[in-house]
């Protein structure tokens, strides 16, 4: 526990226990594994979690309560230098193709790096393994000089796991050089690079000549609001951790602010909850197989939502309640067991530029006062409704499309029933019929 100071963790283990942090006090969480282990962030001003793994929690794995306290220690501006020259998951050119990409083609360009290292001695690739512990130290002391850049890091013990083959046949007497693959360092199952894309056959999409979405690049680029989300950091940031098989993943409450980027939640009760006036900024995360909704919003949460593969879910997506008004851009919503994004009870949101499919319910279902902005979707492969609109739901949908009708025409969306079970379900009459301008 920590009140005014800063406390830091490296490759630690943690079970049935929990850290506790107040501002102004600040955290440095990197490579460590929490059993049944709860972390509790009180106003706090900055907190950085990272290359971490939350299994089995009981209750919320991370709490981030309270307004970032504007009493800021001495270690405030080390952690936001670290966060600045680190980098960063807003997206590029390249992650934008690549998610356009199917899986397979996907998997060829996203092809590992490679490295040159520089080994002391005459050993050959196959006794290099068996060198004594002196000219391991040695060969641990070189540089690692990556070929594609001309960048140079220091060479860690885990990039010997990698397989080694010779580079060419002119090597030096007394130098061999030896390239291997590597990745960066983590926890094994957050390394497969899942933000990229979805794992299930079949989630990459053609999109229709007649539908072409923009990028989350481009998105940002044209909306300042979003802009300044996606690269806002402030309370607590979470970066490349595995959340797994317990009850809830982060819980951001009373004005919190919280940042994840790059994680994995799955086999959750929930992944992520937002609540009384607090805002999360969620880039390129993986939340699927979870009990409940992945992201739920509710008492006026909001923030940013941008480019996760949200899937497999027991009940929706993303539910938007009580005057909650998050931005929802560029994800993919897809094979949940009811709808893919639900607004109700006075919720809002700004709905842009999404792949919402193959849900079993409707794509997005608006009931009980529910009145978001819908735009620019592409809605498809669902069981019942593209759009269900029930209970005085209300609402602004623009730039439809359903299967392309020719222009001038009207894309009718019949709201089929759905199953009548679950918080959000309420009765869709077989016989209503959206209609929405092409």
């Given at each position: 526990m920590t009140t005014a100071g800063h406390v830091q963790f490296d490759n630690c283990n943690f079970e049935n226990g929990h850290i506790q942090v107040r501002g102004p006090g600040t955290c440095q969480v990197k490579f460590c594994t929490f059993k049944n282990t709860h972390v509790f962030l009180h106003n706090v001003p900055l907190c950085v979690l990272e290359n971490c793994e939350f299994v089995g929690s009981e209750n919320n794995s991370v709490t981030v309560e309270g307004h970032p306290s504007a009493d800021k220690n001495w270690a405030y501006k080390y952690l936001l230098g670290?966060?600045?020259s680190t980098p960063t998951f807003l997206p590029t050119e390249d992650s934008d193709f690549l998610m356009s990409l199917d899986l397979e083609s996907r998997d060829q360009a996203w092809s590992p790096k490679t490295c040159d290292i520089v080994i002391e001695g005459s050993q050959s690739p196959t006794s290099a393994a068996s060198s004594s512990p002196k000219s391991?130290?040695?060969?641990g002391s070189q540089e690692a000089e990556v070929g594609s850049d001309g960048e140079r890091g220091a060479q860690t013990p885990d990039s010997s796991d990698g397989g080694l083959s010779p580079s060419g046949e002119e090597e030096d007497e007394d130098q061999l050089m030896y390239r291997l693959s590597y990745q960066v360092q983590g926890p094994h199952p957050v390394l497969g690079g899942s933000f990229l894309g979805p794992p299930l056959p079949g989630a990459s999409i053609q999109l229709p000549s007649c539908l072409v979405l923009n990028s989350l690049q481009q998105e940002l680029q044209k909306d300042k609001e979003a802009m300044a989300?996606?690269?806002?950091?402030?309370?607590?940031?979470?970066?490349?951790?595995l959340f797994r098989d317990g009850k809830g993943g982060v819980f951001v409450c009373s004005y919190g602010r919280a940042k994840m980027e790059g994680n994995i939640f799955r086999n959750l009760t929930y992944a992520v909850q937002c609540i009384h006036n607090s805002k999360i900024v969620m880039l390129r995360n993986d939340i699927y197989?979870?009990?409940?909704?992945?992201?739920?919003?509710?008492?006026?949460?909001g923030g940013l939502i941008a480019g996760n593969n949200i899937y497999h879910n027991a009940e929706a997506g993303v539910d938007i309640r009580k005057k909650s008004n998050p931005l929802i851009l560029c994800n993919q919503i897809h094979h949940g067991l009811r709808s893919g994004i639900v607004v109700l009870g006075n919720g809002k949101g700004i709905i842009r530029n999404n792949q919402i499919f193959s849900n079993k319910e409707a794509g997005i279902y608006i009931l009980y006062h529910g009145n978001p902005v819908v735009s620019g979707n592409h809605i498809f492969k669902g069981r019942a409704a593209g759009i269900a609109v029930n209970e005085n739901g209300k609402g602004l949908i623009t730039g439809m499309n359903g299967n392309c009708p020719a222009p001038g025409s009207q894309a009718k969306?019949?709201?089929?029933?759905?199953?009548?079970?679950?918080?959000?379900?309420?009765?869709?009459?077989?016989q209503t019929v959206a209609s929405f301008s092409h």
């Open positions: 670290l966060i600045k391991a130290s040695k060969a989300l996606a690269n806002s950091v402030q309370g607590c940031l979470i970066r490349k951790c197989r979870c009990r409940a909704s992945g992201i739920f919003l509710r008492l006026e949460g969306v019949p709201c089929h029933h759905p199953p009548a079970s679950g918080p959000h379900t309420a009765p869709l009459p077989p």
